[in-house]
């Protein structure tokens, strides 16, 4: 069965600090992984999207990281500010299944002035 | 641009009745999909159409629940005889014909902000 395992469920951090939030998966055969942003009361905001052939990715102080022989990755968080304060989830699709993505359950992060 | 449009934005019920969510997909996509978030929930999937056609409802409970999208106008999930446990967030989501070979663009996903259900 296709899963997604986040963790953890829920960080709260100070603002200016650094953050680092993990996504393991068991979807295969894996096709690419997304990071969405999700803000309290609004939908998700694709931040990246991987490969299996891309290691790392930035958008912004945004960096995704993807370990596809451990089935892993990251998104970490540089210089936190109140804004990123929002859910976090790691999106997973499998080889030619069209557009069926794995969701994971999502971080909360909350950062504090 | 105006981007997935999602509405109402905020709808009540009463136990039930029927609630219809509708949403209109980014200019040029064909795929909708539509995602239920339960508060302090993560996204689950329910069911994904293109026009005309259900391609996967493996995500649709068996009863009360029902979604289309035609060939005019926007993709609608409906919900009949609502119940209190049906209060959720309802997210539709909206993608270009999909690519294949494990292209990313395939994926490319844009939600709409949602439809809040609240059933009293």
């Known amino acids: 069965k296709n899963q997604v395992e986040q963790s953890p469920q829920s960080l709260i951090i100070l603002e200016g600090k650094n953050c680092t939030l993990q996504c393991n998966y068991t979807v295969s055969p894996f096709s690419n992984l997304r990071w969405y942003k999700q803000d309290t009361g609004r939908g998700p905001v694709s931040l990246t999207i991987m490969t299996f052939s891309e290691n790392t990715k930035s958008n912004g102080r945004y960096t995704a990281t993807l370990d596809a022989d451990t089935k892993q990755s990251s998104l970490h968080i540089t210089a936190s500010q109140l804004s990123d304060s929002a859910s976090y989830i790691c999106v997973v699709s499998a080889e030619n299944a069209g557009n069926m993505l794995t969701f994971g359950g999502g971080t909360r992060l909350m950062v504090k002035p | 641009n105006a981007g997935v449009m999602q509405n109402p934005r905020h709808l009540v019920r009463r136990r039930g009745q029927e609630a219809r969510l509708r949403c209109s997909p980014m200019?040029?996509?064909?795929?909708v999909y539509w995602y239920r978030q339960l508060p302090e929930e993560g996204l689950k999937f329910m069911v994904y159409l293109q026009k005309e056609n259900i391609i996967d409802e493996s995500g649709m409970p068996k009863e009360r629940f029902s979604a289309e999208f035609p060939k005019e106008g926007p993709s609608i999930l409906r919900i009949q005889q609502v119940v209190r446990g049906d209060s959720a967030a309802y997210f539709c989501?909206?993608?270009?014909?999909?690519?294949?070979?494990?292209?990313?663009?395939?994926?490319?996903?844009?939600f709409g902000a949602g439809s809040r259900l609240t059933v009293l």
């Open positions: 200019k040029g996509h064909s795929h």
């Open positions: 989501a909206s993608s270009p014909v999909t690519g294949t070979g494990g292209s990313a663009g395939a994926n490319v996903l844009t």
